[in-house]
C-alpha cells in the first residue's frame, strides 16, 4: 500500500465552483500534512499546512482526520489560476520524511 | 533570500552513460532531500539528508545511483550507468527543521535518457 493516496482527478469545473478532494495516509505515526502546489512543468510550492483543527487560507480549507487517516482540502469560488495539480504531503515522526501522494489535477475552466 | 539551486536545467544522454546533478539549499537548511518525479507522478524520495549524514536512502537504486553531501551544504546527485527509466526531472529541496517545516525546492533538472 502507498503511504500516500490521493483521488487522481482531474477534476475539471468552471469558474466561480467549489472543488474538494481527498488524500489518505497509510502510516498513523505522520505528524505533520501539507497540500503543495505544483503548476505544469513547476517545482512544487507549499500551499498551506494542515492543522488538527481544520484551517482555512483565503479560498481554500483544509481538513485533518486523523481517525481515519485522511486529509481534504476544499476550493471555493474557484479561479483560473487555481489550475494545478495538488501533492498531498506527510511527514514521519522519527525521522522527518517527506511522502508526498501522485497529485490531484484541477482544471478551472471559464 | 536566496532559494534551492540546481544544476543543470536539462540533461540529454545515451543509456549507459553517466550523469551528475549538483544542489546548493537555502543556507541554514539542515535537511536536504533528492527527489525523481517521473511525468505524471508525484515526486518520489531518493535519499534525504541532515547535514551531512544520510538519513533515509530507502529507495535510492544503489546499483546505479549515489549521493553525497560534503560538510553539510552541497550536494550532489549521481547516475552510473544510466537507463531509459531514469528519464525524470531531479528536484532537491531543502528545509530549516527537517521535515516539521516547509520544504522548498529548486527548479529541478530534466533528465531525459535516449
Known amino acids: 500500500r502507498k503511504e500516500v493516496e490521493q483521488d487522481p482527478g482531474p477534476f475539471n469545473v468552471p469558474e466561480g465552483a467549489t472543488v474538494a478532494f481527498n488524500c489518505t495516509y497509510s502510516?498513523?505515526?505522520?505528524?505533520?500534512f501539507f497540500w503543495y502546489r505544483q503548476d505544469c512543468r513547476k517545482e512544487p510550492k507549499l500551499l498551506m499546512s494542515?492543522?488538527?483543527s481544520g484551517n482555512e487560507d483565503g479560498r481554500f480549507t483544509a481538513q485533518l482526520n486523523r481517525a481515519s487517516q485522511y486529509i481534504s482540502l476544499l476550493i471555493r469560488d474557484s479561479k483560473l489560476s487555481d489550475s494545478a495539480t495538488y501533492l498531498c504531503?506527510?511527514?514521519?515522526?522519527?525521522?522527518?520524511?517527506?511522502?508526498f501522494g501522485a497529485g490531484t489535477t484541477v482544471t478551472v475552466r471559464a | 533570500e536566496a532559494g534551492v539551486a540546481q544544476s543543470p536545467r536539462y540533461k540529454i544522454i545515451e543509456k549507459r552513460q553517466s550523469v551528475a546533478f549538483w544542489c546548493n539549499p537555502i543556507?541554514?537548511?539542515?535537511?536536504l532531500y533528492w527527489y525523481q518525479q517521473i511525468l505524471g507522478q508525484g515526486p518520489k524520495l531518493l535519499i534525504q539528508?541532515?547535514?551531512?549524514?544520510?538519513?533515509?536512502d530507502s529507495q535510492l537504486p544503489k546499483d546505479r545511483f549515489s549521493a553525497e553531501r560534503l560538510k553539510g551544504v552541497d550536494s550532489t546527485l549521481k547516475i552510473q550507468p544510466a537507463k531509459l527509466e531514469d528519464s525524470a526531472v531531479y528536484l532537491c529541496a531543502s528545509s530549516l527543521v527537517g521535515g516539521g517545516g516547509e520544504a522548498f525546492f529548486g527548479q529541478g533538472t530534466r533528465l531525459t535518457v535516449v
Open positions: 543556507s541554514g537548511h539542515a535537511t
Open positions: 502510516n498513523s505515526a505522520s505528524q505533520s
Open positions: 494542515v492543522y488538527s
Open positions: 539528508f541532515q547535514n551531512n549524514g544520510v538519513v533515509d
Open positions: 504531503v506527510v511527514n514521519r515522526s522519527n525521522d522527518y520524511k517527506l511522502s
